[in-house]
Nanobody
Framework: QVQLVESGGGLVQPGGSLRLSCAASGRIFRIHVMSWYRQAPEKERELVAQITSDGNTNYADSVKGRFTISRDSNKNTVYLQMDSLKPEDTAVYYC???????????????WGQGTQVTVSS
């Protein structure tokens, strides 16, 4: 069974920084794309950032220039460095991995349990 475990959330003041981590474990053959999503109260879940196995990245306009996604493929881990945080960044942040369990199996998407990020003075 595949598990995604996030860590690094918490309470931070506006302008501060946090670093989220997400480690994938289990019988994984290959991780194609790793992503971070977030969901604020009474809002839909939205894509924050994603990174492919080739290292290509994509960011939501609202976080460009402030957030940086990176991955350590050897550790099946993705990171989200969040700088210049704003109150509107407050949300539960979810890790997502699009991965294959074997060479010939189709890819599936797996979710972590989420980690709370609160930006407040």
């Amino acid at each position: 069974q595949v598990q995604l475990v996030e860590s690094g959330g918490g309470l931070v003041q506006p302008g501060g920084s946090l670093r989220l981590s997400c480690a994938a474990s289990g019988r994984i053959f290959r991780i194609h794309v790793m992503s971070w999503y977030r969901q604020a109260p009474e809002k839909e879940r939205e894509l924050v950032a994603q990174i492919t196995s080739d290292g290509n990245t994509n960011y939501a306009d609202s976080v460009k220039g402030r957030f940086t996604i990176s991955r350590d493929s050897n550790k099946n881990t993705v990171y989200l460095q969040m700088d210049s945080l704003k109150p509107e960044d407050t949300a539960v942040y979810y890790c997502n991995a699009d991965l294959s369990l074997s060479r010939y199996s189709p890819s599936h998407r797996y979710w972590g349990q989420g980690t709370q990020v609160t930006v407040s003075s």
